[in-house]
């Protein structure tokens, strides 16, 4: 079976672009979590959805963080303008309902550096 | 609020035990551990739900002690397999997003 595919892998740019980050969840999964990890601030939640509709994004940074959930297969944070802080791994998960006896598969990553 | 784990770090040698403490401030409806190995996702390892109930996984088991908001993970016979940090995720009462600790990072050695 699939799991959670996240693209690209890695991507460096410079300061001021924009920056997009893909994920698909596990086919059926119907609740999709975004994360930042960094050594300073570890595994951050920054928005999650269920049923394709925002439910908590409390931890998105600030206004040049957006995520969007078109569909139930596809999920994009876009940062922009990107800043040299926002360098991380930024992790995707996805998890069957809403029920919390369920685990979070996770993506391998996007390791984002801004220069 | 971030769930404080303890300790930060442990060396082990091949064969001993350790044990993981994830403690939170808030009512908890449960607790979740990862772990995740350099460069690497974070990958499930259990759910424990509220009522005081005890898993296993392998080697690896965990309780979950409601009253005193707090989760323990138990390694035995440890393996250097185990390396890599451990995350406990804890999810309120009131809610179903999952807030994770700082980790703790293990490193068996033989």
């Known amino acids: 079976d699939a799991g959670v595919i996240q693209s690209p892998r890695h991507e460096v740019t410079e300061m001021g672009q924009e920056v997009t980050l893909r994920c698909k969840p596990i086919s059926g999964h119907n609740s999709l979590f975004w994360y930042r990890q960094t050594m300073m601030r570890g595994l951050e939640l920054l928005i999650y959805f269920n049923n394709n509709v925002p439910i908590d994004d409390s931890g998105m940074p600030e206004d040049r963080f957006s995520a969007k959930m078109p569909n139930a297969s596809f999920s994009t944070l876009k940062i922009q303008p990107s800043e040299p802080r926002d360098s991380a791994v930024y992790f995707c998960a996805s998890r069957m309902g809403q029920e919390r006896n369920q685990p979070q598969h996770f993506g391998d990553g996007t390791r984002l550096s801004i220069l | 609020q971030q769930p404080v784990q303890s300790p930060q770090a442990v060396i082990l040698r091949e064969g001993e035990d350790a044990v993981i403490n994830c403690s939170s401030s808030k009512a908890l409806y449960s607790v979740h551990w990862y772990r995740q190995k350099h460069g690497e996702a974070p990958v499930f390892l259990m759910i424990l739900l509220k009522g005081g109930e005890q898993k296993g996984h392998e080697k690896i088991s965990a309780s979950f002690n409601e009253k005193k908001q707090q989760s323990s993970l138990y390694l035995t016979a440890s393996q250097l397999s185990y390396s890599g940090t451990y995350f406990c995720?804890?999810?309120?009462?009131?809610?179903?997003?999952?807030?994770f600790g700082a980790g703790t990072r293990l490193f068996v050695k033989a």
């Open positions: 995720g804890t999810e309120n009462t009131g809610g179903f997003k999952t807030i």
